[in-house]
């Protein structure tokens, strides 16, 4: 079955460092791959996607991630962290007309 | 666009009870998802709806769930017999499904408490 895995339910920085949260996805066959940003007691929110074409995806808020197919990751970065980057992050591929989504990284920035 | 909405926000039930929560796609999408997401965990797809079909259920979904989507607007998760194990966040989405895209846009959730 098509599944993701997030690596590290908890990742902290620092405000202004660089926030690396990884993901590999498993499948003899690239699929579409997306990242999503989830706030308390909020639904999910998408910050990028892979489809085709160029592995190196920018999304909203300063973040981007790069598709390597040699080592089946998907992992989302940002240069600079702020405060209000603090929230749990999915990501999430897609097979067919079912998502399927990584068991989510929780983000801390601390001042 | 208003984007996709969920009532009630939060729903408090006692064992057994019988819930109805109602999603409210984003108009002209066609297609509109359940999830079911416990905590620390990622959503979890329940089943999905293109216009009014229901073309896929996980096995998840017990048959003490059942959703529709008459006329292919909004749609209604019912669980009876409610257990404890119910207790979740349940999120729906909607997406528009051409070309090879299907993105989804969320709703804000409802959390449902089983006591």
């Known amino acids: 079955a098509q599944s993701v895995t997030q690596l590290g339910s908890h990742v902290s920085v620092s405000e202004g460092a660089l926030v690396l949260l990884r993901c590999n996805y498993s499948?003899?066959?690239?699929?579409?791959l997306f990242w999503y940003v989830q706030y308390p007691n909020q639904g999910l929110q998408l910050l990028l996607k892979?489809?085709?074409?160029?592995?190196l995806v920018k999304g909203i808020n300063g973040f981007e991630a790069e598709f390597k197919k040699s080592e089946t990751s998907f992992h989302l970065t940002k240069p600079s962290a702020h405060m209000s980057d603090a929230a749990e992050y999915f990501c999430?591929?897609?097979?067919?007309?079912?998502?399927?989504f990584g068991t989510g990284t929780s983000l801390t920035v601390i001042p | 666009d208003t984007g996709v909405s969920q009532n009630p926000r939060h729903k408090i039930t006692k064992r057994g009870q019988n819930v109805t929560f109602r999603c409210d796609p984003i108009?002209?999408?066609?297609?509109l998802y359940w999830y079911r997401q416990t905590l620390g965990q990622g959503p979890e797809f329940l089943t999905y709806?293109?216009?009014?079909?229901?073309?896929?259920k996980s096995r998840l979904l017990s048959d003490r769930f059942s959703a529709e989507r008459p006329k292919g607007s909004f749609s209604t998760l019912e669980i009876q017999r409610t257990e404890q194990g119910d207790s979740a966040m349940y999120l729906c989405a909607s997406s528009l499904a051409t070309g090879t895209l299907y993105e989804q846009y969320f709703g804000p959730g409802t959390r449902l408490t089983v006591t």
């Open positions: 892979y489809t085709t074409g160029a592995t």
């Open positions: 709806f293109q216009n009014e079909a229901q073309l896929e």
């Open positions: 108009s002209e999408h066609n297609r």
């Open positions: 499948s003899s066959v690239p699929p579409y």
């Open positions: 999430a591929s897609r097979r067919g007309n079912q998502f399927y």
